[in-house]
C-alpha cells in the first residue's frame, strides 16, 4: 500500500500528515509563527511513531509547493527534498492552493466559484479562481485587489476563504453573490487525494533541480541607518 508523507509550510502554520491511498492516517499541526525549523523534523518522526511506521515505510514525500511564505516554503522544500533524497522515495509538488480548493470543495453545493487567497501583505494576495470541478478559470498569480478586481465576473456566486480573503471581506461584505469561509488555511491533512492523483501518473520531481513556487521575488528591508567610518 502506497504511504505518502505531506508537508505544508506555506503559512504560519506547520502541518504534517501521513495518507495512505489517499485516505487519511494521522496528522498534526501547529498554528505558530516562525516555528518551520524548529517543529518540522520532531514533527515528523513523533507522527510516524504514532502511526505506527517508520519513514522508511514511505513511499512518497508531497510538498505544499506555494505560494506563500518565502522562508516557509524554503524550509518545507529543504526537509521534502532531503528525505526525498535519504530515502530514495519520489518528491511531489502541490500547488498549495490546488489543496484549499480540495478542502473547501466538499462544503459547496457545486455550482459556485471557488477562490482560495493567501495573504501577501499589503492589499495583495496570492490567488486562483476556478468552478467546483476544479477547472481553472484564473490560474495561481498574485493579485492587488480593489473593488474592481472581479467586475468580469458579475453573474457569478464566489467564495472566497484563506487569510487573503480577510482584504476582500472589507471592499465585498455586503454583496450578496460574494461569500466568505473564514478559518481555511493550507492544511497536510487535505494534500492526501491530490498527491495520490499525481503518484498513481507518476508526476514526480527533479530532487536535484526542484524549486518551490515563489510567484514574485523575496525582497528584504534596507536598514536607514547610515553608519560613520
Given at each position: 500500500?502506497?504511504?505518502?508523507?505531506?508537508?505544508?509550510?506555506?503559512?504560519?502554520?506547520?502541518?504534517?500528515a501521513?495518507?495512505?491511498?489517499?485516505?487519511?492516517?494521522?496528522?498534526?499541526?501547529?498554528?505558530?509563527?516562525?516555528?518551520?525549523?524548529?517543529?518540522?523534523?520532531?514533527?515528523?518522526?513523533?507522527?510516524?511513531?504514532?502511526?505506527?511506521?517508520?519513514?522508511?515505510?514511505?513511499?512518497?514525500?508531497?510538498?505544499?509547493?506555494?505560494?506563500?511564505?518565502?522562508?516557509?516554503?524554503?524550509?518545507?522544500?529543504?526537509?521534502?527534498?532531503?528525505?526525498?533524497?535519504?530515502?530514495?522515495?519520489?518528491?511531489?509538488?502541490?500547488?498549495?492552493?490546488?489543496?484549499?480548493?480540495?478542502?473547501?470543495?466538499?462544503m459547496?453545493?457545486?455550482?459556485?466559484?471557488?477562490?482560495?487567497?493567501?495573504?501577501?501583505?499589503?492589499?495583495?494576495?496570492?490567488?486562483?479562481?476556478?468552478?467546483?470541478?476544479?477547472?481553472?478559470?484564473?490560474k495561481?498569480?498574485?493579485?492587488?485587489?480593489?473593488?474592481?478586481?472581479?467586475?468580469?465576473?458579475?453573474?457569478?456566486?464566489?467564495?472566497?476563504?484563506?487569510?487573503?480573503?480577510?482584504?476582500?471581506e472589507?471592499?465585498?461584505?455586503?454583496?450578496?453573490?460574494y461569500?466568505?469561509?473564514?478559518?481555511?488555511?493550507?492544511?497536510?491533512?487535505?494534500?492526501?487525494?491530490?498527491?495520490?492523483?499525481?503518484?498513481?501518473?507518476?508526476?514526480?520531481?527533479?530532487?536535484?533541480?526542484?524549486?518551490?513556487?515563489?510567484?514574485?521575488?523575496?525582497?528584504?528591508?534596507?536598514?536607514?541607518?547610515?553608519?560613520?567610518?
Open positions: 500500500m502506497s504511504t505518502i508523507l505531506s508537508l505544508d509550510t506555506s503559512t504560519k502554520v506547520c502541518s504534517v501521513i495518507h495512505q491511498e489517499g485516505v487519511l492516517i494521522g496528522h498534526q499541526a501547529y498554528h505558530l509563527q516562525k516555528s518551520h525549523s524548529n517543529l518540522l523534523p520532531g514533527i515528523i518522526q513523533q507522527l510516524a511513531e504514532n502511526c505506527e511506521m517508520s519513514l522508511s515505510d514511505l513511499t512518497a514525500v508531497a510538498l505544499s509547493a506555494g505560494p506563500g511564505s518565502y522562508t516557509g516554503l524554503r524550509i518545507g522544500t529543504a526537509t521534502a527534498k532531503g528525505m526525498a533524497y535519504t530515502l530514495s522515495i519520489p518528491l511531489i509538488a502541490l500547488d498549495t492552493l490546488d489543496t484549499m480548493v480540495a478542502q473547501v470543495a466538499p459547496l453545493k457545486g455550482e459556485e466559484l471557488l477562490c482560495p487567497m493567501i495573504d501577501a501583505r499589503r492589499m495583495e494576495v496570492y490567488c486562483k479562481l476556478v468552478d467546483h470541478s476544479g477547472a481553472e478559470i484564473w495561481t498569480q498574485p493579485l492587488i485587489v480593489d473593488e474592481h478586481s472581479f467586475d468580469d465576473l458579475q453573474q457569478e456566486s464566489i467564495y472566497f476563504f484563506g487569510n487573503g480573503s480577510d482584504k476582500l472589507q471592499l465585498f461584505g455586503g454583496v450578496d453573490r461569500h466568505f469561509i473564514r478559518d481555511i488555511h493550507p492544511s497536510a491533512a487535505h494534500m492526501g487525494e491530490v498527491a495520490w492523483a499525481k503518484f498513481q501518473h507518476s508526476a514526480f520531481e527533479d530532487i536535484a533541480y526542484f524549486e518551490p513556487e515563489y510567484l514574485k521575488e523575496y525582497r528584504t528591508n534596507v536598514p536607514s541607518q547610515k553608519f560613520k567610518v
